[in-house]
């Protein structure tokens, strides 16, 4: 029997082909389709190798933690009798008594479909997070409690931050290519300012640009071609553009986030939490290994069936998709023997 976890993060009140993630409408009718082939159940029911059904089953997760979810795809759910699962990123959650009003509010004619919250974007969310300490972009613990009769709860990591990793400079900072990562090791972006490569900070050994590079990026005059001139002044002037964490060192780092994210979701909503999904979907055999240790089962972005046998740490989910008809091609692709098959042939041609 075929089982099915599809993952998405938001649903945005309309559609925009710009928006990161799907429309309330497609949301909708994405649920639709995919109870036509599929049983939706509740994520641990799922995984539970006891549970037969004549139809393949699927399950729905979110992650993160947006207001969205409880503004709109909650009540959704809740109207279609759908349980779903939320993977939360536990130090963007708010501890406000705000409780957003909601599909169920204008479905009672308590407010205009205008008056409802209208999300950003999760580049945006990141950032305002990181810049202030706290989003409106996120979900409040209250606004969580609410949803439990539809959505069981897991970790996304504390933080959900991405940092460099490597000591290579791919580009300078130069007013037009902005990224929030870059906030995390300095606190205001300045012409000039080295970047690096960068990857969740649950899967990687930090590298620290050093203070002394930053500054002399800082000082050096920008005319004409300066990224070029900085460039060699640099490579003139320095032989290490930074330090690395240990191994020891990020592992026990990376173990403490897990740990705490997990004692916080718990402690918060009253819940015992045995299941993680990786940020942005990175992940190695060493970061693997720690997650392991706190957490029964763990999610990745890597598409494919959970199996009997699957491997319990490493655990597949299909991306839902932004478009009805990437929805419909996923649900097609997962819910037929033929689909899966063209699929795997497609990607194997496309590695090679």
């Known amino acids: 029997m075929k ?83 939320l993977f939360i990123t536990a130090n963007r959650i708010s501890d406000s008594e705000k409780v957003e009003k909601n599909l169920f509010d204008y479905w009672n004619r308590k407010v205009s479909f205008e008056e409802l919250y209208k999300p950003t974007s999760m580049y945006y969310g990141h950032e305002e997070f990181i810049k202030k300490g706290y989003s409106e972009e996120f979900l409040t613990w209250k606004e969580l409690e609410l949803m439990k009769d539809v959505f069981s709860y897991g970790a996304h990591s504390a933080n959900h931050f991405s940092f460099p990793y490597k000591g290579e400079i791919i580009d300078f900072f130069d007013g037009s290519n902005f990224d929030w990562s870059m906030l995390l090791y300095s606190k205001e972006p300045f012409n000039g300012l080295p970047k690096f490569p960068t990857r969740s900070e649950l899967d990687i050994r930090k590298f620290y640009p050093s203070k002394e590079l930053l500054e002399f990026c800082y000082d050096f005059p920008k005319k004409g071609n300066w990224k070029k001139s900085l460039r060699l002044e640099i490579e003139k002037n320095f032989k290490t553009f930074g330090s690395y964490e240990t191994k020891e060192e990020a592992k026990k780092r990376i173990k403490t986030e897990l740990i705490d994210s997990k004692k916080k979701i718990e402690k918060k909503l009253g819940i015992t939490v045995d299941n993680f999904s990786w940020p942005f979907g990175h992940y190695s055999e060493f970061s693997k290994d720690i997650a392991s240790q706190v957490y029964t089962y763990v999610f990745t972005i890597k598409k494919g069936f959970v199996e009997e046998d699957s491997d319990l740490a490493e655990l597949p989910r299909v991306s839902l998709g932004k478009d009805i008809f990437t929805v419909l091609g996923r649900i097609l692709t997962f819910s037929t023997d033929l689909g899966y098959a063209i699929y795997k042939k497609v990607r194997k041609e496309k590695v090679l």
């Open 3 to 85: 089982r099915v976890v599809f993952f998405l993060h938001r649903v945005y009140p309309n559609f925009n082909k710009k928006r990161d993630d799907i429309s309330l409408s497609g949301f909708i009718k994405a649920l639709k389709l995919i109870s036509l082939r599929f049983k939706i159940v509740s994520l641990h029911e799922l995984l539970d190798k006891d549970v037969k059904s004549n139809k393949p089953l699927a399950a729905i997760t979110f992650d993160d933690g947006y207001k969205d979810n409880f503004v709109y795809a909650y009540p959704i759910l809740k109207k279609m009798g759908i349980p779903a699962h």
